[in-house]
């Protein structure tokens, strides 16, 4: 239940983020879009750390509680770069078009942008929940209740149990 409920949380929310920041910096008309750009690409080359991170979690009192597990992967700086380029190959004159008919850019990308790149969208389904659901470090680090513990933790304490009985055997 627990890997469930921080698979389908943390997916939807990627999800969410990165369509939500891609979209603008696929156009050419943003102004700020090369300074998010480099921004982004910053931290996806030079993270800020494990322990910054558990400082600001600690901070808000998200240690020991699913969010902080959640909220460690709400953005994949990778996967975004994917999706925005995806919405550059779209024709800008089917956006234009919507535009002229009075759509927003909230309709534009929902009823324009989002149909045309279903592929893309995807397969970077399919890279959240893989990578959702190999991960047991943000879970073993900001969990401590044994009862919130994701499936992937459960086994990775099973089989270091296993290995101290093994080594136990060998030495007597």
Same mark, same amino acid.
């Given at each position: ?10 997916? $939807?929310? +990627? ?7 891609? !979209? ?5 008309? !943003? ?6 750009? /480099?921004? @982004?690409? %910053?931290?996806?080359?030079? &993270? ?11 901070? #808000? &009192? ?7 597990? %959640?909220? $460690?992967?709400?953005?994949?700086? !990778?996967?975004?770069? *994917?999706?925005?380029?995806? @919405? /550059? ?6 956006? +234009?078009?919507? +535009? %002229?008919? &009075? ?10 942008? #989002? ?6 969208? $995807?397969? *970077? ?11 047991? @470090? =943000? ?14 933790? *459960?086994?990775?304490? %099973?089989?270091? &149990? ?6 136990? =055997?060998?030495?007597?």
């Amino acid at each position: 239940k627990n890997t469930m409920i921080v698979l389908v949380a943390q997916t $939807s929310i +990627e999800m969410a983020m990165t369509v939500l920041c891609a !979209y603008p910096l696929s156009k050419s008309t !943003y102004r700020r879009k090369k300074y998010l750009t /480099v921004i @982004f690409f %910053i931290t996806m080359m030079f &993270g800020a750390g494990l322990v910054p991170s558990f400082l600001i979690k600690s901070k #808000l &009192g998200l240690v020991g509680s699913r969010w902080a597990v %959640i909220l $460690s992967g709400c953005l994949s700086v !990778y996967n975004m770069l *994917i999706v925005r380029t995806a @919405f /550059v190959s779209v024709p800008k004159e089917l956006f +234009e078009a919507a +535009e %002229i008919d &009075g759509a927003s850019h909230f309709k534009c990308l929902t009823k324009v942008g #989002l149909p045309l790149i279903k592929a893309t969208l $995807s397969v *970077i389904l399919l890279y959240s929940l893989v990578n959702s659901w190999n991960e047991y @470090f =943000n879970s073993m680090i900001y969990l401590r209740d044994k009862a919130k513990y994701p499936l992937q933790l *459960i086994l990775r304490t %099973i089989l270091l &149990g296993s290995q101290s009985l093994d080594m136990e =055997n060998v030495s007597s």
